[in-house]
C-alpha cells in the first residue's frame, strides 16, 4: 500500500482528502491511500515519519510550509527561492521540497490573461503571496506587494489611489479576508475604481465568491476564484509523487 497524506495543524476542513480519495476511486487507482495528519507541533514530524514508512508522498498545509524545510533532504528551485513547501516526494531515502501552489496559481490564471493585464497588486504578505510572486516573476508580470502597513517592500492599502488603481488592472487576493467562516471581510481597496480591465484572482476558495470577488463583479471586472488552483497544485502534487 503506497500511503500519502496531509500534514498541518487543523485539518478539519481539508480539501485534499476528499479529493484523493474522489481520485483514486474515479481513475481506478488501486493500492493507493491518502490520509490527513494532523500534527499539533512540527516536532511530530519526524515521529509520523518512523510511524508511517510506506509514505510516498504529503501535501503540506498551514502552519508548517515554512517550518518543515529544515527536516528536509532537498528543495526544488521555486521552494527554495519562496521560502515554502506544499509538497514533499520521498524518493530512495530522500525528503525533497516542492511548491506546487506556483503551478496552480499559474495554470488557472494564465487563461484569463489581456495583454493589458500586466501589472498586478498582490494584496499580502504571507507564504501564499511569495508564490504568487514567484509565478508572476516566471510569467514577466510586474508586481507591487500592498500589506497593512507599508513597508520596504509593500505599500499601504490607504496608499491605493485611483492612478494606482487604473494602473495595476491585475489584483491578487493572498490573505484569509472572506473566507468562511468570516464571509463579512474583505481587503480594503478603493473598489469604486475597478472596471472592466480588471481582473480580480482571489485565493480563497470558500465561499466560491467572496466579498472581494462580488464588488469586482459589481464593477464589471473579470473573476476567479481559487478552487480551480487547488485542484491543479494537488494534480501536480501528484505527477510528482508519482515520476521516475
Request: charged fraction near 15%; include cysteine; glycine fraction near 8%.
Amino acid at each position: 500500500m503506497k500511503i500519502y497524506g496531509l500534514i498541518g495543524y487543523p485539518l478539519s476542513h481539508s480539501f485534499s482528502k476528499g479529493f484523493f480519495a474522489q481520485k483514486f476511486e474515479k481513475e481506478n487507482i488501486t493500492g493507493c491511500l491518502y490520509e490527513n495528519f494532523p500534527l499539533p507541533g512540527i516536532a511530530d514530524f519526524p515521529t509520523l515519519l518512523q510511524q508511517q514508512p510506506e509514505l510516498n508522498g504529503l501535501n503540506v498545509t498551514i502552519p508548517y510550509k515554512q517550518v518543515v524545510i529544515p527536516h528536509l533532504d532537498d528543495l526544488s528551485k521555486a521552494a527554495a527561492q519562496i521560502g515554502a513547501v506544499n509538497c514533499i516526494r520521498f524518493k530512495d531515502g530522500k525528503k525533497t521540497g516542492y511548491n506546487t501552489d506556483v503551478i496552480g496559481f499559474r495554470n488557472s490564471l494564465q487563461p484569463l490573461l489581456q495583454p493589458h493585464h500586466n501589472r498586478a497588486l498582490v494584496l499580502g504578505t504571507g507564504g501564499a503571496a511569495k508564490a504568487v510572486i514567484y509565478a508572476l516573476q516566471e510569467m514577466g508580470i510586474a508586481y507591487t506587494i500592498i500589506s497593512r502597513q507599508a513597508t520596504n517592500e509593500a505599500l499601504s492599502y490607504s496608499s491605493l489611489d485611483q492612478a494606482a488603481m487604473e494602473a495595476h488592472t491585475l489584483i491578487i487576493n493572498t490573505t484569509p479576508l472572506g473566507m468562511y467562516p468570516h464571509i463579512d471581510t474583505l481587503p480594503e481597496i478603493p473598489y469604486q475604481y475597478i472596471t472592466s480591465r480588471h481582473l480580480l484572482y482571489d485565493l480563497v476558495y470558500n465561499p466560491p465568491e467572496t466579498l472581494f470577488l462580488q464588488r469586482g463583479a459589481a464593477q464589471g471586472a473579470v473573476i476567479k476564484n481559487g478552487h480551480e488552483m487547488l485542484i491543479l497544485q494537488a494534480e501536480a502534487s501528484w505527477e510528482l509523487w508519482n515520476q521516475d
